[in-house]
């Protein structure tokens, strides 16, 4: 469609109409973003990166979650950065790789739904969400060059089939549906394990968190990139339930409780 205020622009992309009016704003000008020659001449830069989110499914729709920790080479950059956000009433997004680029594009992915649908007055369907967050990680391809890798988590609940549904990206924006669970960052492979090791189908809510939080606790527990429970602090992991109700954050009493659970075993089997 075209818009009356916008009469040099058709359609109903948030994205494509920074990416063409105002490209120094975008991920992208016109499907690729040109690298500016005073940063190719700066050379690798230090970023906060290394993490893990993970997200599985369980009879009523979908958990995603992910620890707390950014780091910057060998330091501890924060203890308490978000991971998981909320897209949509339906859908979520973790992310992995250089922090700020990854917020960013959360957060650009926010706007360009609520953008779409406003204009079109229906929302995006879970299957064009998940395209158009391909075609924003696709966007960001000429900055991985430059150290700067954005690595999204997406989750979302299918009214259409009536289930939750995960899918994982590559750093071209290839799009990969993921059955029943999948995790990614430095802990990645830890947590993975895990859930291969637990996973069944049709979990309980309650033990799909225990099952997300226990996988990030084994990842962190192998993995300097990853934060786990932080008892003196006070900080958890964070996580999100998806269902046909929408998107609820998992309380603090709650990840509180279950990690003390978690590490309660753990000691159970190491005395």
Known sequence: ????????????????????HHPE??????????????????GPVAVPSATTVLALKYQQG?????????????QIADRRIEKVFKIDDWSAMAIAGAAGPCIEMAKLFQTELEHYEKLEGVPLSCEGKANKLGQMVKANL??????LVVMPLYVGYDVKRGE???????????????SDYHAIG????????????????????GDAIKL???ALYNAADDDVGTGGPDLVRGIYPTAKVVTAQ?????????????????????????T
């Open 1 to 20: 469609m075209k818009l009356p205020y916008l009469p040099d622009h058709d359609g109903s992309s948030f994205f494509d109409f920074v990416s063409i």
């Open 25 to 42: 704003l975008a991920l992208r000008s016109h499907g690729m973003a040109a690298v500016p020659d005073q940063v190719r001449a700066v």
């Open 62 to 74: 979908v958990v995603i979650a992910g620890d707390r920790r950014a780091t910057e080479g060998f």
């Open 142 to 147: 000429p900055m991985v060059f430059q150290g």
């Open 164 to 178: 939750g549904r995960i899918f994982k990206y590559d750093i071209t924006g290839g799009r990969y549906e993921e």
């Open 186 to 205: 430095s802990g990645g492979k830890d947590a993975r394990n895990t859930m291969r090791e637990h996973f069944k189908r049709h979990l309980s809510e």
């Open 212 to 214: 997300a939080l226990l």
């Open 246 to 270: 929408g998107i609820a954050d998992v309380s603090d009493d709650t990840l509180r409780a279950v990690c003390n659970d978690v590490m309660a075993a753990r000691r159970s089997r190491e």
